[in-house]
């Protein structure tokens, strides 16, 4: 099989493999959609590479269950099933993996498409059944890769900031981790401000359901989230997506008393000002991707209400073109890339 691997600084491969042959308690997924995240980035231009340092990339994995392995049971997954990846493993036995939040596990972790266990970038992917996710027979693959990673990471930060019907959020950052906090901070009710530099990304935005977009270049951002506020006291809520320290420092200011800021842009320094929390009482919290229950529920909340999450995919490619995407992606020339399989 073809596989897209990093070399490091920059540079990236496209190597065959052997198809893979699953073990007592995995099973091979035939692709048919993988993701390209922003995360990717970080490891395309990491350090060189060599041998077994090579991992198939590809954390955003969707499929059929093409082979299985002699325990997997059939509740846990059947040749022909549609599928999700909750792209972790660990130890299974600690209280983060029964609960689901495999990502923390403390004793044996593996994360899938990028630091130690291969991905979905390949024609098949092996994985253990326990990390499979049903995909619903009314969403694509490309959604189902979607809710893998980026907008799986935007149900979680919705869910963890408490999102509600009666309240105004800001969202700072329209790419497509915030362009799917959009749409489900619409989809559960709430009035969205959506800010970002891009108009491009503003007009996504506002395709997705913005009540307002602000163009943080042309606007002091703070300024505008409180003049489209109740009083002007700013903004029930707010999501940071962009990781920038001056962002997120504006996504705390743009809040009224009491709110609550959700940081979910990975990497880089927050500085903020004392009186921003204890003189307002507001309340700032982390979210890093989601739990292997969440995501489920994330894909059972898009198919039940008919969200787009498709397109927020800009530009599709075969594996072939793995180079050229990620060098228009590293570019910012287009928006989100999935890699699209027979």
Not at 31 to 60: F, W, Y
Not at 202 to 222: K, W
Not at 245 to 256: C, F, S, W
């Amino acid at each position: 099989m073809k596989a897209v691997v990093f070399l490091g600084e920059g540079k990236l491969d496209i190597q065959e493999y052997p198809d893979p042959k699953p073990g007592p308690d995995e099973v091979v997924i035939r692709m048919k959609a993988s993701g390209m995240c922003g995360s990717d980035l970080n490891h395309l231009h990491g350090p060189l590479r060599t041998g077994s340092q090579l991992v198939i990339e590809g954390h955003e994995p969707c499929g059929v269950v093409e082979n299985i392995g002699d325990a997997v049971r059939p509740s846990e997954a059947k040749v022909g099933d549609r599928v999700m990846v909750h792209h972790y493993d660990g130890c299974r036995t600690c209280q983060y993996c029964r609960s689901g939040w495999t990502q923390y596990c403390p004793n044996a972790r593996t994360v899938y498409g990028g630091l130690d266990g291969d991905g979905g970038h390949a024609d098949f992917m092996m994985v253990p059944a326990h990390t499979l996710i049903k995909l619903p027979d009314a969403l694509s693959f490309k959604t189902g890769a979607a809710i893998s990673c980026g907008t799986g990471t935007a149900f979680g930060a919705i869910k963890r900031a408490g999102v509600s019907a009666d309240e105004t959020v800001a969202i700072f950052g329209q790419g497509p981790v915030g362009l799917s906090c959009t749409m489900l901070a619409k989809a559960f009710g709430a009035r969205v401000i959506a800010l970002d530099v891009e108009p491009s990304r503003l007009q996504m935005a506002q395709q997705f359901g913005a009540d307002y977009i602000v163009n943080s270049r042309e606007q002091d951002p703070v300024v505008a989230v409180r003049e489209l506020t109740r009083n002007g006291e700013g903004a029930d809520k707010s999501i940071e997506c962009s990781a920038n320290a001056t962002v997120r420092r504006q996504a705390v200011q743009a809040l009224r008393r009491w709110g609550t800021a959700c940081m979910v842009g990975v990497f880089g320094t927050i500085e903020l000002d004392s009186e921003e929390l204890i003189q307002l009482q507001k309340t700032v919290l982390g979210s890093l991707t989601f739990s292997k229950n969440l995501q489920e529920e994330c894909a059972l909340f898009v198919a039940e209400r008919g969200l787009d999450v498709e397109s927020l995919f800009t530009n599709e490619f075969r594996l072939d073109e793995a180079e050229r995407a990620y060098e228009l992606f590293d570019r910012r020339q287009i928006g989100k890339g999935v890699f699209i399989f027979d």
